[in-house]
């Protein structure tokens, strides 16, 4: 199999920076509105912030890959003293819960590294992280090419899993025959 270069975007997270302004959440959802700009809702947004202050949490979390069936179990985790929400550390749209999805059509959400047109050199939810919670680095690794599923497939994949196959190749030849 062919070797190519592939480019490894991370954020690092640093918790304990941040404050929950959820800046970070208002940046990415109006990024990725359409038109761009035109709007913001923290549920569109593909970072979101478990933000307890009763409890000191202030966590941030991106958004990773759909997942079409829930796991068997839930992890509760404790650190340092503090509990953090059931999931709070998992980053699928799992149909367990709302976050993740497009809060009307309930399409899955995910981080995309700001790659969307225009690209951004560096992370809009890092950029606007005043707090520096969020740091963005990028290095090259060499890996086996590999086959990539694009964003409409699995927005479709997701579809078939919630309603059938058949549901799906109705409505959209439907749609199509409309003016
Ligand atoms: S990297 Fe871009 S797409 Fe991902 S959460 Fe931050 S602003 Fe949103
Ligand atoms: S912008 Fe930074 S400080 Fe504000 S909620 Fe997001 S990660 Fe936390």
């Known amino acids: 199999m062919a070797k190519i270069k ?3 975007k991370t954020i690092k997270i640093d918790i304990s920076k941040c404050n929950g302004c959820r800046a970070c959440e208002m940046i990415c959802s109006a990024f990725h509105a359409n038109p761009k700009y035109s709007s913001n ?35 509760i985790y404790v650190l340092d003293g503090r509990e953090y ?3 709070a550390f998992c980053r699928a749209a799992c149909p367990s819960r709302d976050l993740f999805h497009e809060p009307d059509s309930g399409l899955p959400l995910k981080c995309d590294m700001c790659e969307d047109d225009p690209p951004q050199e560096v992370p809009l939810c890092v950029k606007w992280c005043v707090n520096d919670a969020l740091v963005y680095e990028e290095r090259e690794e060499e890996v086996d090419e590999e086959e990539s599923i694009d964003d409409v497939e699995v927005g479709l994949q997701s579809l078939v899993d919630k309603h059938g196959l058949q549901k799906l190749v109705e409505t959209i030849t439907r749609m199509s025959q409309k003016d």
């Open 6 to 8: 592939k480019k490894i």
């Open 41 to 75: 809702n923290p549920e569109r947004s593909r970072i979101r912030m478990f933000r307890e202050p009763l409890n000191d949490v202030y966590l941030p979390v991106y958004a990773g890959e759909y997942a079409a069936a829930e796991c068997m179990g839930r992890d």
């Open 85 to 87: 929400e059931e999931c």
